[in-house]
Every structure is written in C-alpha cells, then in structure tokens.
C-alpha cells in the first residue's frame, strides 16, 4: 500500500479559508477515486468530495459551493480548497484512494482501503 500523507490543516476563523493536501508517492495504476473524508469524536466518518481519475468530481452537500476538489497527477497530489468555512467544518479530515471502475464516486469509507492519517481543521466562530 502506498502512503497518503496529509497537510494544510490549521485554525482559522469563520469565513476563512484552507487548503489541504494529499501526497502519495505514486496513484493508484488504472482508474481510481480519491476523496476527502472528515469526521468528528462520536460521528461516523463522512465524505466531503471526491475525485475520479477521469476528473469528474463529487461534494457532498454541506460543501458543495465552498470547497473545491482537484488534482495533480504530475505531483501525485490532491488538494481541497475550502472557503467560506464555518464552525461546523471542524474536524479530522483525511483523504483515501480506492482502485475504481467507470461509476461515480462513492462516499462510502469502507470502500477505501487506503488511507492518510489525518489533518486537522478548526474553525472557531
């Protein structure tokens, strides 16, 4: 498995922005999906957005509008562009990639088999 590893978390206030990255040594060979996930203590994991190989994106709806999800296949490396962030964006956040065939991409955790370890984000009001 190749390593994700995250940056670009921090502390902001409402309103602001981010940017985080994902970094792997290499992508995954054929077609895949990477995507942002985030969660917080007591709370399932949930999906953020996500990327196909083929550059068709997915937000789920709580972001749609103020994050931006994109890639760079020459650095090997995802980014999230997050604006207009709010108190409730507050959370571990961390990417995962998974081996994909032509659908849309799912914001379904288990179905990612790799995973970075995290960064976090905390917006305060």
């Known amino acids: 498995q190749v390593p994700l590893v995250e940056s670009g978390g921090g502390s902001v206030q409402s309103g602001g922005s981010l940017r985080l990255s994902c970094s792997t040594s290499?992508?995954?060979?054929?077609?895949?999906?990477m995507g942002w996930f985030r969660q917080t203590p007591g709370k399932e994991r949930e999906g953020v957005a996500a990327?196909?190989?083929?550059?068709?994106?997915k937000y789920a709806a709580s972001t749609k509008g103020r994050f931006t999800i994109s890639q760079d296949t020459a650095r090997n490396t995802m980014y999230l562009q997050m604006e207009s962030l709010e108190p409730d964006d507050t959370a571990m956040y961390f990417c995962?990639?998974?081996?994909?065939?032509?659908?849309?991409?799912?914001?379904?955790?288990?179905?990612?088999?790799?995973w970075g370890q995290g960064t976090q984000v905390t917006v305060s009001s």
């Open positions: 995962a990639t998974a081996g994909w065939g032509g659908a849309e991409c799912q914001f379904i955790p288990l179905i990612f088999p790799i």
């Open positions: 990327i196909h190989s083929d550059g068709r994106t």
């Open positions: 290499s992508l995954t060979d054929g077609s895949y999906c």
